[in-house]
C-alpha cells in the first residue's frame, strides 16, 4: 500500500523550515527519501531503517519513529535549490531495494 | 556507487509502434532492475522487476505483453513498449540498487506517442 504524504504542497520563502510527512498503516521496512526535479531522476537524500533513527546532514534531517509507520523530513533554511517535489519510499518485501514511492509533496521554495 | 545509464532520455512515436528503452548498470552486477513509470504530476509508479537470466516479475495491473523485459547480461535490461498508444506516454525510469541501502536511478525516458 501506497504511503501518504502530507502536505500535498508546500510555498516557502528563502529561510523558511518545513516538515514533510510519510505515513503508512503498516510498520515499514524502510523508509527513504528522494527529491525529485522536473523531468529528472529523484536524487537520493537519505534512508531510514531502524525505529526511533534520526539521521541528518547538513540542513536536512529526517526521523523514523518507533513503529516504523511514520517518517518526517526536516527542511532547515531553506534555499532555491531545494524546490521541487519530495518522495518516501519504502521497499517491498524486506530489503529488496524494490521501492513503493510515496504520494509525493511538491516544494517550491522562493525569493 | 552504481551508475546507470538509460537510453533513449527522449523518444517521440507514433502510435501502434514499438519503442525499446535500455537501463545499464556500468560498475555494478545487477541480477535485479526496476522498471518505474511516472505520469505528469504523479508519483513513480512500480510497474516490474527485471531478474538476469529469467522472466520478469510484473506489477498488478501492468501487462506483460505490452510492456516486454529482457534481462539477457547482469548490466543490461530492456523495456520495450509493444504497439504504444498515446495513453503510454510518460516517464520510464529504471533503478539498480542493493536491499537496505540508496536505490541508483537512470536518467529516465519520456516517451510520446503520437
Known amino acids: 500500500q501506497q504511503p501518504v504524504q502530507s502536505p500535498q504542497a508546500v510555498i516557502l520563502r528563502e529561510g523558511e523550515d518545513a516538515v514533510i510527512n510519510c505515513s503508512s498503516s503498516?510498520?515499514?521496512?524502510?523508509v527513504h527519501w528522494y527529491r525529485q526535479k522536473h523531468g529528472e531522476a529523484p536524487v537520493f537524500l537519505m534512508i531510514?531503517?531502524?525505529?526511533?533513527e534520526q539521521k541528518g546532514h547538513d540542513k536536512i534531517s529526517a526521523s523514523f519513529n518507533e513503529k516504523k509507520q511514520q517518517s518526517s523530513l526536516y527542511l532547515t533554511a531553506s534555499q532555491l535549490s531545494y524546490s521541487g517535489t519530495y518522495f518516501c519510499?519504502?521497499?517491498?518485501?524486506?530489503?529488496?531495494?524494490?521501492?513503493?514511492f510515496g504520494t509525493g509533496t511538491l516544494l517550491a521554495v522562493q525569493p | 556507487g552504481a551508475v546507470v545509464s538509460q537510453h533513449p532520455s527522449r523518444v517521440i512515436c507514433k502510435s501502434g509502434t514499438s519503442v525499446k528503452i535500455e537501463c545499464r548498470s556500468l560498475d555494478f552486477q545487477a541480477t535485479t532492475m526496476f522498471w518505474y513509470r511516472q505520469f505528469p504530476k504523479q508519483s513513480l509508479m512500480l510497474m516490474a522487476t527485471?531478474?538476469?537470466?529469467?522472466?520478469?516479475?510484473?506489477e498488478q495491473g501492468v501487462e506483460k505483453d505490452k510492456f516486454l523485459i529482457n534481462h539477457a547480461s547482469l548490466t543490461l535490461s530492456t523495456l520495450t513498449v509493444t504497439s504504444a498508444h498515446p495513453e503510454d506516454s510518460s516517464f520510464y525510469i529504471c533503478s539498480v540498487g542493493l536491499g537496505g541501502s540508496k536505490a541508483f536511478f537512470g536518467q529516465g525516458t519520456r516517451l510520446t506517442v503520437v
Open positions: 527485471s531478474n538476469e537470466g529469467s522472466k520478469a516479475t510484473y
Open positions: 519510499g519504502t521497499e517491498m518485501g524486506g530489503a529488496t531495494n524494490k521501492l513503493i
Open positions: 503498516k510498520a515499514l521496512y524502510s
Open positions: 531510514l531503517l531502524k525505529g526511533g
